[in-house]
T-cell receptor, first 115, second 115 residues
Framework: AQKVTQAQTEISVVEKEDVTLDCVYETRDTTYYLFWYKQPPSGELVFLIRRNSFDEQNEISGRYSWNFQKSTSSFNFTITASQVVDSAVYFCALSEGLNAGKSTFGDGTTLTVKP | DAGVIQSPRHEVTEMGQEVTLRCKPISGHNSLFWYRQTMMRGLELLIYFNNNVPIDDSGMPEDRFSAKMPNASFSTLKIQPSEPRDSAVYFC?????????????FGNGTRLTVT
């Protein structure tokens, strides 16, 4: 069975601080996909990034970076120089190759960036 | 593209009434998903379709819930009769090729309140 754990329920930082959101996953499949989604206060869910199990390269997109480590089953998300607009709930999600349609979401981490 | 379109945005109804939620996926996407979000249970996958065919409905809470996808551009989620515990935000999402790890694109959701 697949499982996603986001141990940090809430994080509060001051603007310009760096912050890392943790995501730990469990799966028995060798082929799987990992995702991060953002849900701002307005409520919509926005896709941020996808990684497949065969690509452990870290990725950077502006102030966002992702660290995928299969050895620790983690897919962590770092925001550098956080801004108030980064305040949102962030979800990590996993889908397994054999049943990729049935993805599992973590419980989410609520990030508050204070000015 | 306009993105995934859901209607209505808000629905308030009385217990026992029928509720129909509607979704128009992104053109060209072959997978459609219905999720429910509550504080207590987080994001739950209710059902998903691939090429208009229901693939997995194991997340549908009970027989009061039904979903249809008569064509590639339209889906409905119906609750009959509705109960207060059905109050939640219902999201529709579509994906180009989820079996190969394409991300989900979510609509803005329908906030359902059953009194």
């Amino acid at each position: 069975a697949q499982k996603v754990t986001q141990a940090q329920t809430e994080i509060s930082v001051v603007e310009k601080e760096d912050v890392t959101l943790d995501c730990v996953y469990e799966t028995r499949d060798t082929t799987y996909y990992l995702f991060w989604y953002k849900q701002p206060p307005s409520g919509e869910l926005v896709f941020l990034i996808r990684r497949n199990s065969f690509d452990e390269q870290n990725e950077i997109s502006g102030r966002y970076s992702w660290n995928f480590q299969k050895s620790t089953s983690s897919f962590n998300f770092t925001i550098t120089a956080s801004q108030v607009v980064d305040s949102a709930v962030y979800f990590c999600a996993l889908s397994e190759g054999l049943n990729a349609g049935k993805s599992t979401f973590g419980d989410g981490t609520t990030l508050t960036v204070k000015p | 593209d306009a993105g995934v379109i859901q209607s209505p945005r808000h629905e308030v109804t009385e217990m026992g009434q029928e509720v129909t939620l509607r979704c128009k996926p992104i053109s060209g996407h072959n997978s459609l998903f219905w999720y429910r979000q509550t504080m207590m249970r987080g994001l739950e996958l209710l059902i998903y379709f691939n090429n208009n065919v229901p693939i997995d409905d194991s997340g549908m809470p009970e027989d009061r819930f039904s979903a249809k996808m008569p064509n590639a551009s339209f889906s409905t989620l119906k609750i009959q009769p509705s109960e207060p515990r059905d109050s939640a935000v219902y999201f529709c999402a579509s994906s180009m090729d989820f079996q190969r790890g394409s991300p989900l694109h979510f609509g803005n959701g329908t906030r359902l309140t059953v009194t």
